[in-house]
């Protein structure tokens, strides 16, 4: 299985989705690689550094061009979860990556631009492939929040999950999985599998 976390734009959640969802994943008992993408090599630098289960059983491969990262998607064995950090506004990439995809989570903040990076981002996941938004460091009590919600559901924009602000989330590569944050981006993951079995 094969789940591409994808943005078009830094700086909304992408790398901490990424390696709490590895983080996820390997908890289900399958080999688990993290595909780093971007050249910032954060998510690998993030695992890399961690001492602790889960991260250190989650294998880490640093695929910061197009042909690296073809190569190693093209490694993922059949029981086993790819999960790709990729890079921020290289739409080749990120097409390149999608189109072998099981799934496409597409992290993203409410307010600002962020709305129409994330429907861009829609825009290039290919037709059958099951995507979902979500919404990192929300303000679930705002009313902000609460019409960003109203909009996708009118739009039947698919919300696999939010992960509120109020929940601690690591710090980055020096930094633990926080409890809440690994319960919060569990349930992302069970929408995702579902999301796999029925497309």
């Given amino acids: 299985m094969i789940v591409v976390v994808a943005a078009l734009k830094g700086g909304v959640g992408k790398t901490t989705t990424s390696v709490y969802l590895a983080a996820v994943a390997w908890s289900s008992r399958r ?26 059983a989650v294998t880490v491969v640093e695929a910061p061009t197009t042909r690296l990262l073809t190569r190693a998607l093209g490694r993922i064995a059949p029981d086993e979860v790819g999960i790709v950090d990729s890079p921020p506004g290289n739409e080749r990439m990120l097409e390149a990556a999608m189109s072998v995809a099981d799934c496409v989570v597409i992290p993203t903040r409410v307010g600002g631009v962020e709305t129409a990076r994330a429907e861009a981002v829609f825009d290039l996941v290919p037709r059958k492939t099951p995507a ?68």
Avoid: N
């Fill in 31 to 56: 080999p688990v690689t993290l595909i780093d993408a971007d050249a910032q090599a954060s998510a690998a630098e993030w695992i890399e550094q961690a001492d602790a289960e889960p991260l250190d």
């Fill in 132 to 199: 979902g938004l979500v919404i990192c460091s929300a303000r679930t009590y705002t009313r902000d929040y609460q019409d960003a919600m109203a909009g996708w559901r009118e739009a039947q924009v698919p919300v696999w999950g939010s992960i509120p602000e109020r929940v601690t989330i690591a710090a980055g590569p020096d930094a633990y999985l926080a409890p809440d944050g690994l319960d919060s981006y569990r349930s992302v993951w069970r929408r995702a599998l579902r999301s796999v079995r029925e497309a």
